[in-house]
T-cell receptor, first 119, second 112 residues
């Protein structure tokens, strides 16, 4: 069964360092997302991406965050200068179609997550 | 801003009995709801969905009920099995965008 893969599974970094989290979405999916979950809290939307540009982003996704699709398969999330509060599990997800395409067409398939620990 | 709430952080049920997981939402624009299941060290896995044009959707042992007037939905699992032990997330979206809003999850333990 097709799956979303994420690397690394766990990254420990010092505050102020740059971090890049990588994702390989399902090959025929066109819409890509990053979500995060701080320990014990809800899963929060960060950003959605389609056709090589951001389609939606949340208030969390400030100037410290960026996403890109550097080639035909990878989708990356970069945090330029990590803060302690960036410590979380980051989930990449992809969908074949967007939510706006209608019901049932846009179920998100999630990766296993990348745990980021900022010291 | 908690638009989707799962007020029970945990639930324990005997094997073979019914598990009922609840979810409340505040945004009346939400019209599409999903349940995800999450095992430790894995990402959330899609379980079942319901649109606002329905009040019930069934898939095998899993049934989701939607009460739009109460802004409440529930997931019923019957009969519950030990393999159902996981964290269950409710998620909702509106047709104004692609974002899904998630609850904080309910950890279900099915006791053999």
């Amino acid at each position: 069964e097709p799956e979303v893969t994420q690397t690394p599974s766990h990254q420990v970094t010092q505050m102020g360092q740059e971090v890049i989290l990588r994702c390989v979405p399902i090959s025929n999916h066109l819409y890509f997302y990053w979500y995060r979950q701080i320990l014990g809290q809800k899963v929060e939307f960060l950003v959605s991406f389609y056709n090589n540009e951001i389609s939606e982003k949340s208030e969390i996704f400030d100037d410290q965050f960026s996403v890109e699709r550097p080639d035909g398969s990878n989708f990356t999330l970069k945090i330029r200068s990590t803060k302690l509060e960036d410590s979380a599990m980051y989930f990449c997800a992809s969908s074949e179609l967007p939510r706006l395409a209608g019901f049932g067409a846009n179920v998100l398939t999630f990766g296993a997550g990348s745990r980021l620990t900022v010291l | 801003d908690q638009q989707v709430k799962q007020n029970s952080p945990s639930l324990s049920v005997q094997e073979g009995r019914i598990s009922i997981l609840n979810c409340d939402y505040t945004n009346s624009m939400f019209d599409y709801f999903l349940w995800y299941k999450k095992y430790p060290a894995e990402g959330p896995t899609f379980l079942i969905s319901i649109s606002s044009i329905k009040d019930k959707n069934e898939d095998g042992r899993f049934t989701v009920f939607l009460n739009k007037s109460a802004k409440h939905l529930s997931l019923h699992i019957v009969p519950s099995q030990p393999g159902d032990s996981a964290v269950y997330f409710c998620a909702a979206s509106a047709n104004t965008g692609n974002q899904f809003y998630f609850g904080t999850g309910t950890s279900l333990t099915v006791i053999p």
